[in-house]
């Protein structure tokens, strides 16, 4: 057979075709478990490739990051952080976002998620839980106790019986070589026995030794302090992704649609599994105790805002006409001419106001920076009711709150942002 091939049975066969793995027969730098747990780490860890185990912690203020799994395509879920900021995070499932046509799975909000798997963790973990796993584990420990007396009364009795054989084998006459050899039989196997038994009782020894003894007086104070060190602003994210993945082997979310709810399975690293329901927020409704006839609406709004306003606030609060159709500018017309409702007149607003449409506008920002200007009281203004539009004074756009608070928001843009503004700008030659 010569370097690369060798033929047999007319066949020709590779030298990669006539490899053969035997483990442990060479002395390694670590041994073959070592490699194997060190190899599943790694895939673990790499969080960009498309497989459906869990993945490893990465930071960040998702606590069930590379944990979270879809029960619906049983999926590792994504991590979506808001822009500009980590403290907002959602568990968005991709599905098979490889095809054309697939859509998305299911998303969840992040905060609720992670509040509830840690109210269950500090749960599992705490004072009454830890006294609880103590006393089993005395009750474990008895019960091995009992096994092991059980295991020396059986070694007792084997070497009682090897004695005996060997004491019938001494005494046999050696010319009845039939009886010798018969009684020799018996004392190998009572020997036998005997060496089956030791092990035994060595294997339940090195079971006992390999266990770490535990001081309960130190085990419960670390569980009445953990809920102070888990909540403290100062811990740092990782370290409640590396106790999350101490306990928990994954979270499998799931949507109940019948009673909109969230469905959370988690499975535990000791192989239990606890179901938690968390509600889901219903967006898009208007609140409850606060749903309001169109008449009602109109007779509060009537006269404040236009027409095409009137109707957008009436489709917001989910309110219909009689014949179940949304709103519109005709609509809002007829409706308020049949309850001798007055027209908006601009000039007649004093002091002079505008919405958050047109502020947004006159600033140079988004909407949603406007809202965020008004939560935060740098920008004062009203509503007549709920869901009804923001009246602005005009004169408020000029303020020095305002004006900071633009500031901070441009600090706060985004630098693709920056740059897309940047790139649309028309630079001159010799400029």
């Given at each position: 057979?010569?370097?690369h091939?060798?033929?047999t049975?007319?066949?020709h ?5 006539w490899s053969?793995?035997i483990k442990?027969s060479?002395?390694?730098?670590i041994?073959?478990?070592?490699y ?5 780490m790694l895939e673990e860890?790499a969080?960009?490739?498309k497989?459906t185990?869990?993945?490893s912690?990465?930071?960040?203020q ?5 944990m979270?799994?879809?029960a ?8 979506f ?7 907002s995070?959602?568990?968005q ?5 490889g095809?054309?046509g ?5 998303g969840a ?12 963790l500090?749960?599992a973990i705490?004072?009454?839980a ?7 584990g ?6 091995q106790?009992t096994?092991?007396?059980?295991v020396?009364r059986e070694?007792?009795?084997?070497r009682y019986?090897?004695?005996l054989a060997?004491r019938?084998?001494e005494?046999v006459d050696?010319a009845?070589?039939?009886v010798?050899r018969?009684?020799?039989?018996r004392?190998?196997?009572?020997l036998e026995?005997v060496?089956?038994?030791e092990q ?8 006992t030794?390999?266990k770490?003894?535990v001081?309960?007086?130190?085990l419960?104070?670390l ?6 060190v888990?909540?403290?602003?100062g811990?740092d994210?990782?370290v409640?992704q590396?106790?999350v993945?101490?306990?928990i082997?994954?979270?499998?979310i ?5 009673t ?6 988690l499975?535990w690293?000791g192989g239990?599994?606890t179901e938690v329901?968390?509600?889901r927020?219903k ?7 606060r ?6 609406v ?9 027409d095409?306003e ?7 609060m989910?309110?219909r006409?009689e014949?179940?159709e ?6 809002v017309?007829?409706?308020r ?12 607003e004093?002091?002079?106001t505008?919405?958050?449409?047109a502020?947004?506008k ?5 909407v949603?920076s ?6 935060s ?8 009711m ?7 004074p ?12 633009l ?8 630098r693709q942002?920056i ?8 630079t001159?030659?010799?400029?």
């Open positions: 057979m010569d370097g091939a060798c033929k049975s007319g066949h066969r590779t030298i990669e075709e053969v793995l442990d060479h002395e390694g730098y041994d073959w478990r070592a194997e747990e060190n190899r599943r860890n969080n960009m490739q497989r185990a869990r993945k912690g990465r930071g960040g998702a606590l069930l990051s590379g979270a799994r879809c619906r395509c049983s999926r590792m879920m994504r991590v952080y808001k822009v500009g900021t980590d403290q995070h959602r568990y499932c991709r599905g098979d976002d095809h054309v697939v859509g998305l799975c299911i909000g992040g905060r609720g998620i992670d509040a509830a798997v840690a109210s269950q500090l749960e705490s004072g009454q830890v006294q609880a796993a103590l006393l089993a005395q009750q474990a420990a008895k019960a106790e096994v092991r007396l059980a020396e070694l007792e009795e084997a019986a090897a004695d060997e019938r084998h005494h050696p009845k070589r039939h010798a018969t009684l020799e039989a004392w190998n196997a009572a026995r060496a089956q038994v035994k009782l060595a294997r339940l020894d090195a079971d030794d390999k770490t003894r001081d309960p007086t130190i419960m104070q569980a009445s302090n953990l809920p102070f888990w909540n403290a602003a811990t994210a990782r409640r590396r106790l993945r101490l306990l082997e994954e979270v499998v799931d949507i109940d649609e019948k909109n709810e969230f469905v959370l399975l499975h690293i239990r599994h329901r968390l509600a927020r967006t898009g409704r208007f609140p409850p105790g749903q309001l006839a169109a008449g009602e109109l007779r509060k709004l009537g006269g404040h805002w236009p095409r009137l109707a957008v606030t009436l489709n917001r989910r309110c006409t014949d179940g949304t709103w519109t500018t005709v609509r017309a007829a409706l001419d049949k309850l001798a409702i007055p027209p908006y007149d601009p000039d007649a004093i002091p002079k505008i919405s958050v449409d502020a947004a006159r600033l140079g920002v988004c949603a406007v809202h965020k200007l008004i939560r009281g740098a920008l004062p203004a009203s509503q007549i709920y869901s009804a539009p923001w009246k602005i005009v004169d408020a756009l000029e303020s020095d709150a305002v004006r900071i608070g500031q901070e928001i441009a600090a706060r843009r985004p942002a740059d897309k503004v940047k790139d649309k700008s028309m001159l030659p010799g400029l």
